[in-house]
């Protein structure tokens, strides 16, 4: 397999999560938003939006001689798309929702090497712990639900909203790093930090759905 070593890397996000998370591969890559109407954007199912929106995202900034990284994030209740609140209401709406309930949250990556894109949607199961609605202000308050899908972030370390989640802890910050270090692998990047090593600092051991079994690199 031919290894790219000096093609460029576009991540089509301006998500500082994302952002922070794919640093953690140790490559080098070069910021670009996306600029789409995410809401024009349907499907049949939460899995066909998320998946149908990370290509969009992708197909805006693809070009021959780069790889493009796009990625869109869900919170699912009840089979409804939970978006970013647009205000403290909502916020707390959702909030209140999700208290004390399991949810799933699906990011979408679409990575392209040129014209070729392929595209994965992962999905992690999420269970709420029972905060309490002052908590729930007091979250609200610090601002930090607003540019979250489903208005939290399971990473808060004030917070800390989520009891358990079953599944890759990092797709619910929006970038599951196993599944993009395949698909960058097949496109020939030389990833410099491999899993399992990232997942043992997250979850306390191998992630329990990598795709690389210890040693397999």
Do not use: W
């Not at 802890?169 to 090593?197: D, E, F, M, S, W």
């Amino acid at each position: 397999m031919h290894t790219r070593e000096k093609t460029a890397i576009i991540l089509a996000s301006a998500s500082p999560r994302r952002q922070q998370l794919l640093r953690r591969l140790g490559l080098d890559f070069v910021v670009r938003a996306a600029d789409i109407e995410e809401r024009a954007i349907g499907g049949a199912t939460p899995e066909e939006v998320t998946a149908r929106v990370a290509e969009a995202k992708n197909a805006a900034l693809r070009a021959a001689g780069q790889v493009t990284i796009a990625a869109d994030t869900a919170v699912v209740l009840d089979g409804e798309i939970l978006g970013k609140p647009g205000s403290p209401e909502e916020a707390r709406a959702m909030l209140v929702r999700l208290r004390g309930r399991g949810h799933r949250v699906m990011t979408a990556i679409a990575v392209s090497a040129g014209e070729e894109t392929a595209v994965d949607v992962v999905t992690t199961e999420v269970t709420m712990r029972a905060y309490s609605d002052a908590e729930i202000a007091a979250y609200i308050a610090t601002g930090d639900p607003f540019d979250k899908a489903g208005g939290y972030a399971v990473q808060h370390g004030g917070f800390r909203p989520v009891a358990s989640i079953r599944g890759c802890y990092q797709n619910v910050i929006g970038l599951p790093l196993c599944h993009l270090c395949r698909r960058l692998i097949a496109a020939g990047v030389r990833v410099p930090t491999l899993p399992p090593a990232l997942f043992r600092e997250d979850v306390g051991g191998r992630c329990p759905v990598a795709l690389f079994p210890d040693g397999a690199y």
